[in-house]
């Protein structure tokens, strides 16, 4: 009787553990979550959109999904070749971090790691 009972409590705490440990916005950017889609556009502007709750985001997100950069920013090629890495090899971003406030939710940088 006390194994099964130390087994089924073993069981409940390594679930809610593992409940625990998962993906999650804030109001500065998201972190360990995935690139559901991307794309740039004609003018330059990536629309980035990654799985999860993004609500808490400080920011307005474009059609209430897309964090957006623009091209002709420094670095922003850098942060295109990092999301797309993380979408084909379905990796989940470390952290992608936003400019709060913008009317946009204008992705500052990104952070990918193994």
Known sequence: MKKSVF???LSLCLFLAAGSAHASCNTKGCGDEKV???YPN???IVYVEV???????DCTLVADKYMTFDMS????EAIYS???TALTTDRPLEYIRISNGSSNCSVRYVQLSD
């Open 36 to 38: 559901k889609r991307l």
């Open 73 to 76: 920013a420094v670095g922003a």
């Open 51 to 57: 799985t999860g709750d993004k609500s808490p985001l």
């Open 42 to 44: 004609i003018s330059g």
């Open 82 to 84: 990092m999301l797309l």
């Open 7 to 9: 087994g089924a409590s």
